[in-house]
């Protein structure tokens, strides 16, 4: 089933001389359950499309619908209910609070919204993520992977839509970073959880089951995991 759709999205910064294309009538589809991954060099626009996919900003023109829903037709109070509950966002830098421990972070998104915590889905979140024994250590007590297994934690949480995860192992040495990989194709096949993963690194796309190559603002390759 289609989870995600993006029409002809379109990105431009900038006018004249300033013009900038960020994304170029960029299309292409998401089955539920897929683990995909976006794959191009610094500048090339993957992190744009993230952005948009995301609601995180507008595009110049074009569509990304998300289980049906056009989200560029939400009102803002509808698009941040969207964004709190329907994304979880993974990024480079973990974006943790540092006064908060690590089940404080992960509980975060539902104390933001009033939901209550299932106290059942929390410990067998933080068994996954391996991070039981760490459960009251502030990030600062941490290291580098244990901090991006915490924010990968604060995604799930929400059982989002779709997982948007921007280079999650660009600030990690390769151990971790595999920690990291090996976690997000666990959640993928064991929470059947929608994962769309913006990388430069190809090792670490092979990961996924389908690999989207972009250049330039434009999609120029895409190949499934036999093929990558």
Do not use: W
């Not at 170029?24 to 996919?53: P, W």
């Not at 007590?141 to 799930?156: K, N, V």
């Amino acid at each position: 089933m289609e989870i995600l759709r993006v029409e002809n999205l379109t990105k431009v910064y900038g006018k004249n001389e300033t013009k900038v294309i960020a994304l170029d009538n960029v299309s292409f589809s998401i089955e539920k359950g897929e683990f995909a991954a976006i794959v191009g060099a610094s500048g090339s626009g993957k992190s744009t499309l993230l952005h948009l996919i995301g609601g995180l900003d507008k595009p110049t023109k074009g569509k990304v619908y998300i289980d049906g829903e056009d989200i560029y037709k939400f009102n803002d109070d509808k698009m941040a209910i969207f964004r709190r509950r329907q994304v979880g966002l993974i990024y480079q830098f973990y974006n943790l609070i540092p006064i908060l421990n690590v089940e404080e972070n992960i509980t975060l998104p539902l104390a933001l919204d009033n939901q209550k915590i299932d106290k059942d889905y929390l410990e067998y979140m933080l068994k996954l993520l391996g991070l039981t024994n760490r459960r009251n250590h502030l990030p600062n007590e941490l290291s580098g992977g244990q901090q991006q297994r915490c924010s990968i934690g604060r995604a799930l949480i929400t059982n989002p839509t779709i997982i948007l995860a921007d280079e999650p192992t660009g600030n990690l040495d390769t151990k971790s970073s595999d920690e990291i990989v090996s976690l997000l194709k666990k959640s993928n096949k064991e929470l059947k959880q929608t994962i769309i993963m913006i990388t430069h690194n190809m090792e670490i796309a092979k990961c996924a089951d389908r690999i989207i190559h972009i250049e330039d603002g434009k999609i120029v390759q895409e190949k499934d995991d036999e093929l990558a």
